[in-house]
């Protein structure tokens, strides 16, 4: 079924990122009660006055949701964005919160192999980012292994040389004698928009941009 184009419809990354959006979008005059119960097995949220609509997603349909119009704005860590790397949306605002970042990891030896013109094998859960930076920054030939987990036991077991993953303050990379060797990029809770969704509805999409912005900035 779709939407009624009178409404705005949200599709939030589940858990620490839709809880901080939901906050600041509460901070400026925009809130979904319905949301707020825990126990409530919906699965779309509606703020009837405002003509706004909210879903809850795994962050890896996120993109798919607003590129494909089921959803007009999406907010998702760059991670996933630059993972999927879809061609129908927008990036429209980097809203601050859950900072990290993508970097190349592995034993302090794996350095060297780095900055040979060898071919490397590396492990990541992000396939797309692993490969775009090493074929596109470094001009280096890679094998890449995806993995859905764990990714830091990769090296140890010698599966790969390297992996490329997330890293937030690195105590699992150094309880398991693995450093950060290259950064890839930093990464962010971002908020993404539907191309058709902006020129259809600009107003009131970037008063919701800017309204945003302007909080952020204050803070």
Known sequence: MRFDMRYITFALAKGRLAKKTLAYLEQIGITCEEMKDPDTRKLIFTNEELKLRFFLAKAGDVPTYVEYGA????????????????DNIYEVLDLGFGKCRMCVCGPESAREILSKNEII??????????????????NQTVEIIKLNGSVELAPIVDLSDVIVDIVETGTTLR???LTVL???????CRMVVNKVSLKMEQQRILTIVNDLKKLIYEQ
């Open 175 to 177: 309880e398991n004698g």
């Open 182 to 188: 290259e950064e890839v990029c930093p990464l962010s």
């Open 71 to 86: 959803a007009d704005i999406g907010v998702v860590g760059k991670d996933t964005i630059l993972e999927e790397d879809r």
């Open 121 to 138: 094998r590396v492990a990541s859960k992000y396939p797309n980012i692993a490969k775009n930076y090493f074929q596109s920054k470094k």
